[in-house]
């Protein structure tokens, strides 16, 4: 299969001023991709909060640096906003341990695993799902990586914002396909 990456435009925010531009974008959406990344943990009972999160939008892929605090009240606002619908996938974990960073109510989260759950799909994962329906393949290069230095790398960007931008076109194919 050939393989899927986002090539379009990825803002990496970092700061208030680069958040307000993307909550214009985002604001404007009906629905957003929406995926998390987290430090690695390689001792057993270690475990990290998540460093960075990726919305996408049918313009842009906004990769938020959620260690800044200054960022919480507006990632609040996205995240309990009912009329952006946040789509990914195996969001439950992600949920919890932005919760754990900063208070929100979850609303307008759509789990696509869950979805394709009850659509018969055994294969939910965000990678086997881009397989199974948009016929292209995401590596995991990536994956395992430092989410929270101080700068990504361009593979890192790559990766964080394909997996957002697919999770919006895995939401979109659904829908085509009366899924939702």
């Known amino acids: ?19 307000e531009h993307a909550m214009q974008d985002i604001f404007q959406e009906s629905v957003v991709g929406f995926d998390t990344e987290t430090r690695p943990a390689f001792t057993p009972g270690e475990r990290y909060l998540p ?18 605090r200054d960022l919480f009240g507006a990632m609040r606002q996205i995240l309990s906003s009912e009329k952006i619908i946040k789509a990914g996938v195996s969001m439950t974990d992600d949920i919890r341990d932005l919760q754990r960073l900063f ?9 696509l695993g869950k979805i394709a759950r009850r659509n018969g799909l055994k294969q939910t994962g965000v990678r086997n799902l881009a397989g199974i329906f948009l016929a292209r ?9 430092n989410w929270a230095a101080r700068h990504l790398t361009p593979q890192q960007i ?10 919006r076109e895995l939401y979109l194919r659904f829908k085509e396909l009366n899924m939702i």
């Open 103 to 111: 208070e929100f109510d979850e609303r307008s989260m759509v789990d």
């Open 1 to 19: 299969m050939p393989i899927l990456r986002y090539e379009g435009s990825v803002h990496i925010v970092a700061a208030q001023p680069q958040l």
């Open 51 to 68: 460093s960075l999160v990726q919305l996408a939008t049918a313009s842009a892929v906004y990769l938020v640096k959620i260690q800044q």
């Open 137 to 145: 393949r995401i590596p995991k290069g990536a994956k395992t990586t």
């Open 158 to 167: 790559a990766y964080a914002a394909t997996d957002a931008w697919a999770c």
